[in-house]
T-cell receptor, first 109, second 115 residues
Framework: GQNIDQPTEMTATEGAIVQINCTYQTSGFNGLFWYQQHAGEAPTFLSY??LDGLEEKGRFSSFLSRSKGYSYLLLKELQMKDSASYLCAPMDSNYQLIWGAGTKLIIKP | IAGITQAPTSQILAAGRRMTLRCTQDMRHNAMYWYRQDLGLGLRLIHYSNTAGTTGKGEVPDGYSVSRANTDDFPLTLASAVPSQTSVYFC??????????????FGPGTRLTVL
């Protein structure tokens, strides 16, 4: 079956760095997306990885290891506005996104 | 209009009633999607459309129907609502489906409560 595993909740301090891990099992693989979702709002696109390695985009970076079925999202210089849920979503062989339940990130001053 | 709009924003509905959730995009995207999001669960795909005139079933299609008469609109209909359909519904669109770089963009959502 297809499965996504992310921590349910994480807490970090403003200005610090946090890494949100995601492991996945899918039928085929066509890349992996990370989305951010603030409470009561829609998911918004953060990053896409299809090849192994690190993709950096400002304060956010995303890493992929296809052989391990593993990805992480790295957030640097945390700001209060980064308090949100972070959704890991690999794309399977049918180009369907398989969504994890998300990791709720709480930023404390 | 910029992006994707959904209507209504929220709705309380009596069980057994018929309801259509509306979704319109102005990005000329070929593919559109309907998801539901429930507490503690990931987004679940209800129906999708690769292009105008075609639709397909997702993970949880029972009790829902869709149509895609044109590129911009993708309404979702609950023929006879049941309390288990209480959820937040998101419409999304992407330039195409079947591409590894197919990024989905989401509407603001409709919060539906069925009593």
């Amino acid at each position: 079956g297809q499965n996504i595993d992310q921590p349910t909740e994480m807490t970090a301090t403003e200005g610090a760095i946090v890494q949100i891990n995601c492991t996945y099992q899918t039928s085929g693989f066509n890349g992996l997306f990370w989305y951010q979702q603030h409470a009561g709002e829609a998911p918004t696109f953060l990053s896409y990885n299809v090849l192994d390695g690190l993709e950096e985009k400002g304060r956010f970076s995303s890493f992929l290891s296809r052989s391990k079925g593993y990805s992480y999202l790295l957030l640097k210089e945390l700001q209060m506005k980064d308090s949100a849920s972070y959704l890991c979503a690999p794309m399977d062989s049918n180009y369907q996104l398989i969504w994890g339940a998300g990791t709720k990130l709480i930023i404390k001053p | 209009i910029a992006g994707i709009t959904q209507a209504p924003t929220s709705q309380i509905l009596a069980a057994g009633r018929r309801m259509t959730l509306r979704c319109t995009q102005d990005m000329r995207h070929n593919a559109m999607y309907w998801y539901r999001q429930d507490l503690g669960l990931g987004l679940r795909l209800i129906h999708y459309s690769n292009t105008a005139g075609t639709t397909g079933k997702g993970e949880v299609p029972d009790g829902y129907s869709v149509s895609r008469a044109n590129t911009d609109d993708f309404p979702l209909t609950l023929a006879s609502a049941v309390p288990s359909q209480t959820s937040v519904y998101f419409c999304a669109s992407s330039d195409s489906r079947g591409s590894g770089t197919d990024t989905q963009y989401f509407g603001p959502g409709t919060r539906l409560t069925v009593l």
